[in-house]
Every structure is written in C-alpha cells, then in structure tokens.
C-alpha cells in the first residue's frame, strides 16, 4: 500500500521590511489580533495629517523574541520582545481600536539617518498623542493590593499634615496606626516600594515621554491607575518623609536594590512635575533645567548619546538648537567630547556648580572628562546637601559676572573647562572610611575619636563636628533634628548611644548563635532612639565612597575616598560647596575631584578680606 505524501511544511513568512518615510512623516501601529499571536498594521503618516493616537511607554527588555510566540506586521514576521509584546496586549485589552505610536516598531532602529530625524521630532510627537499609555509589566508583588488601595493610602497620609497645611511632625509607629495608617512593617508599604521600584521607572527615555505627553495613564497587570493617582502619592510621602524610615524596614524584604530604586522612582514622579513647569512657564526654566540634569543622573540609556538626546524636547529653544542628533559610530565612540559640549552650554545657564551631579566615587568612562558628572549611574543618594552653604558667594555676588563663566571651547573641543576660583587649602591628612562601609560600629567610634580632636572650640563645637561628619552644616535646625534633639553634649551622646551596642557585639561576637543587634527595627527607627539612629544613618550614607579630611589649616570635612594629601581645596566663584581638584598628569591642567563640606567654609569665608580678588584665579579642568 502506497503511503500517502507527505504535507510540505507551512513556509514562514517573510521578515519584515521597512519602507522608507520622510522626515515630516511617522509610523502608526494598529493591534488587530493577540491571540493565537500578534498581528499589527503598520503605516505611514504625516504628523499633521494623521488619526488620533496614543504613544506607548514600557521598559525595553533585553530577552530575546520567543519562537513559539512570533508576531506579525504587515503579514511579515517582526520579533518583538516578550516585555513589548506583554504591553501590547495589555493595550489591546485596554483600548482595542486605537491607533498607537512604538517606538521599537514605529522606527528603523537599523537605520541611524531616520532615528536621528525621528528623535529631534519625538517632543513634537508625544505633545500630539491623546495620551501616553504606560505598562509597568504583569501583576505581582501585591500590586493589585497597592493598586487598588493607593488613592486611599494617599488621601490617610496628606491628613497627617498640620492644620496651617505647612507642619509635618515626626511620628512613632503608635502615632502612624492611630493616623489611620498602616503599621509600618505592613505589606501595603511594602507593596507600594515595589511599585514605584519597578524597571520602567529606571528608563532615560520614559521623561520625555511622561513629561510632554497630555495626560498619562498607567497599566500593572489587568489594574489601571490614573497620572493624578501615582503622582499624589509621590508627592505625598515626599513631604511627609516619613516612607524614608519606613522604608528602612523593608530593606531585608525587598532588598536595598530595590529600595534604591524605589526612592528614585518617586524622586522621578515629583521631578516630572518640575520638570512640566520648565516647559510651561518661562520663569521656570531654569529649575527644568536643574531637573533635566537630575534625571540624566538617575535614569539609564542603552545607548551613551542617548543621555543627551533623550531630554531634547524638555529643553530651551536656544539650547536644544545647540545638539546635532548623531547616532554614526564615530559620535559613539566620541561620546566624551559629546558629553563634555552639551554639559558646557548647561554650566552656561546655572547659577552654581551641580555639585549633587558628582557622586563620592564613580567608575569614569576614559573619554569622558573629570568635570562631566558621570550621568546614568544612578540617583545620587549620598550626595552632601547644600541648605545653608554658600561657599564662593561673596557679600558682592550681584556685582560680579555670573557664576557660569567657564570660557568657551577652542575651535576644536578640547575637553577642558576654564573656571574661576580661589584655592582656600591643601588637604594633610585623609582618615580612611573604609572599615566602616559595612556598619563597624566600633570602627565609626574610632573615627569619631579621632575627629574629637579638631572639634572647634566654644559649645557650638560638637554639633558643628557633627554637622561636618555628614556634611550638613545646618542639621540641628532642620525639621527633624530641631524637634528631637537631646539635651546635653552632643558628641557625648552619639557615642552614649553607640557604646553598649558596641559592648554588646564584643560580648557575644565569639558566641556560635550570635545574631548581631538589629538597629532596622521600628523601636530605633522610630522610638525614643530616633534621634541618633537617624544620625547613624546619615553617617552611614554619607561616609560610603568617603573619606573624612583635615586641611592644613585645621579644618575637619567629608571627600571623595580619591582625595589625597596634597590636593588643593578650592571655591569656585559662585558656587555653594567648596570643592577638591588636583593637579593633572600634564603637570598643567587640573582633575577635579568632587564636591566636599568642611565646617569653616559655609558662609563666604573666603572673602571676608580685602584681597580677594587678587587671589583669584583661573582653573583649567581636564
């Protein structure tokens, strides 16, 4: 019996190919089918002349399309990754007949010349969609909870304010239950970190995209939440700060990655707003600005040029002007002299040196100048506050040309950045902080000692100490500080306050069961230690990547762990911290360090006298 032949496999379909578009045109998808698989339209538009759309914001995933699960475009294969093929069903079942604008699919990403003309009219797009869609991935980690409980969590934290809707106290974990709120270990906090922990939050290119668009609404699993929704939250807990300590009791839950992340995610939401009134208000644009910077710190970009061209639509007109959307291969390997231009004309329009943009230590890429901030490293969380310095300000500031005069180029980029200024001190000794990364109690009680013994004299010296140790001149009249203060020496009391935990260790470290003092717990977060636990961890932020400092002249402050005896403290002219630079390789050209807090360089010390002028000087920074 002859076999019946055999059926010819089904031949797959071709690979998609893209047709090329002018640069006044654009790429619309429309979803017509999510199941067995995807199958999308794609076409062609003019941006004034196109249907109404919506433009889709998710985190780029890097797994690689899945085989059983292809997806069609124009009846031609297109893989997509499984995060963008999650959030296109997502959308489907959210709004099944609209038009939407993808960027991985909508643009040629194989093509530099038409991403380079699609990115420099991308604030035109997002500022014509209806709406930004955001997916922040499938349900999980109680996200369902948190989304459904989230306006009501926020609504609980904004009646905390005090009846002037200026106030807000520091509560203990009795105070936070009888608000109404959740205790604090309960898992809707926890819920709510992981949320705004979540990876789209990290993305360089989300800002633009939240920040031009209309109106936004986000998507977790089958949950939907409203722009107002998540921003109220973010703003709320950011005034009360009271999620900072929480926090701290999720750390071991969610680990501090997470928590990290969590932090810059609300920081992202709040930096939006700012970033919307740059945009809108002229007066402002100077802070959208600041913001812009802040989120090329925090945010990551697969591609380096990215960092600048990500922010393009949330800058200046006279500023935007200035950057050539490039992606050639000779401008990526270049991306130093690309970093250094744009961070140029940046300096151009503040009115300080950014010091919070320069974290204590950072791998640099070789081609990127010391005086570029290192951008997509991460939110600086260690960064030294500048409430109440005013270091390179002198009483005559109004009188002199602004801050920013850093000279301009040569012809031909030369990475360096010409800035005036005045050598204040030399640095003689650095205490090493390295012991104490991992929380060594005793070792931090070393090197309190060891400080003691430059502490200022008069009975304002202690707190001063201690101030300079974490780099906040002004901690003891903060909110906080100022409402919680012990009474007495205080110097005295932080090592009161460290001692027997120390004793404790040393008393049963050598035991088989030992399980070192938890100091994360509500009780010292939150109870009658606060005050010195919230101390302690300013300590343990600030000290990480540093080194504690005393100049020739006597003066105790917090550096980058790369300072060395011998480097030269100096105020730039306008700027609000002094800061620390030594001489280059070239014997010529200096390499700045980073920013730094030393007690008796607050107030414009440095030109109390006449003179001052005269030692004024111009430093070359390569």
Request: with cysteine; charged share 20%; net charge negative.
């Amino acid at each position: 019996m002859t076999a019946p032949p055999e059926t010819p496999p089904t031949p797959k379909p071709p690979p998609f190919p893209y047709t090329p578009i002018s640069p006044s045109e654009f790429r619309l998808l429309k979803i017509t089918a999510t199941t067995p698989h995807l199958r999308l339209d794609l076409q062609p538009f003019s941006i004034h002349s196109c249907p109404p759309y919506s433009a889709l914001s998710y985190e780029w995933g890097t797994i690689p399309p899945s085989p059983s699960d292809p997806t069609l475009c124009n009846g031609a294969r297109f893989p997509l990754s499984p995060t963008l093929a999650a959030a296109l069903r997502a959308v489907h079942r959210h709004a099944p007949a609209i038009w939407l604008w993808v960027d991985a699919i909508c643009i040629n990403q194989s093509d530099n010349a038409e991403k380079a003309y699609q990115v420099t009219g991308m604030a035109e797009l997002y500022s014509y969609a209806e709406q930004v869609l955001v997916w922040l991935g499938e349900a999980g980690g109680e996200s369902d909870l948190v989304c459904d409980l989230l306006p009501g969590l926020t609504d609980r934290i904004w009646a905390l304010q005090g009846e002037d809707g200026q106030g807000w106290r520091p509560m203990g974990t009795e105070e936070i239950v009888a608000s109404g709120l959740p205790p604090a270990e309960d898992v809707l906090w926890r819920a709510a970190l992981a949320l705004y922990g979540r990876g789209w939050f990290q993305r360089m290119w989300i800002v633009q995209e939240i920040v031009l668009a209309p109106s936004c609404v986000f998507l977790c699993g089958r949950r939907k939440l409203a722009w107002s929704v998540m921003m109220n939250f973010a703003v709320a807990v950011t005034r009360w700060q009271g999620l900072r300590s929480i926090a701290g009791l999720h750390v071991k839950a969610l680990g501090e990655e997470l928590v990290n992340r969590s932090t810059n995610g609300i920081r992202l939401m709040t930096d939006t707003q700012r970033l919307q009134e740059g945009l809108e208000e002229p007066d402002r644009a100077l802070d959208g600005l600041r913001m812009a910077l802040h989120v090329m710190q925090s945010q990551t970009a697969g591609v380096k040029v990215d960092y600048v061209y990500a922010i393009l639509g949330m800058l200046s007109e006279e500023l935007e002007i200035k950057v050539v959307v490039d992606y050639s291969e000779d401008t990526k390997r270049n991306y130093g002299m690309v970093h250094a231009a744009f961070f140029r004309q940046c300096l151009g329009r503040l009115r300080d040196w950014p010091s919070h943009l320069f974290p204590p230590k950072t791998a640099r890429d070789g081609n990127v100048p010391s005086w570029c901030p290192p951008w997509g490293t991460g939110w600086n969380s260690r960064a030294l506050p500048t409430g109440g310095y005013r270091t390179g300000r002198p009483s005559a500031m109004s009188l002199l040309p602004s801050f920013n005069s850093p000279s301009p180029a040569t012809a031909k980029e030369d990475g360096i950045l010409r800035i005036p200024g005045i050598a204040v001190d030399v640095i003689q000794a650095v205490i090493s902080l390295d012991q104490t990364d991992t929380g060594n109690l005793a070792e931090i009680m070393k090197v309190l000692k060891t400080c003691a013994a430059h502490m200022s004299d008069g009975v304002d010296g202690p707190g001063r100490l201690l101030g300079a140790l974490i780099g906040e001149c002004g901690w003891l009249s903060t909110s906080f500080y100022s409402s919680t203060a012990p009474d007495g020496h205080l110097l005295d009391g932080l090592l009161g306050f460290l001692e027997p935990i120390v004793a404790h260790e040393h008393e049963h470290q050598d035991e088989a069961a030992y399980v070192p003092m938890d100091l994360d717990t509500a009780d010292y977060f939150l109870g009658e230690h606060r005050f010195w636990r919230s101390y302690l961890n300013q300590l343990l932020i600030r000290w990480a990547a540093r080194s504690v400092a005393v100049t020739e002249h006597g003066r105790v402050g917090l550096v980058s762990r790369d300072t060395r005896p011998g480097d030269t403290v100096c105020a730039f002219l306008g700027a609000t911290l002094p800061q620390v630079i030594s001489r280059h390789e070239d014997g010529v050209n200096w390499t700045y360090v980073g920013p730094t807090a030393f007690d008796g360089l607050v107030n414009g010390e440095t030109f109390a006298t006449d003179d001052w002028m005269d030692k004024k000087e111009i430093f070359s920074l390569r």
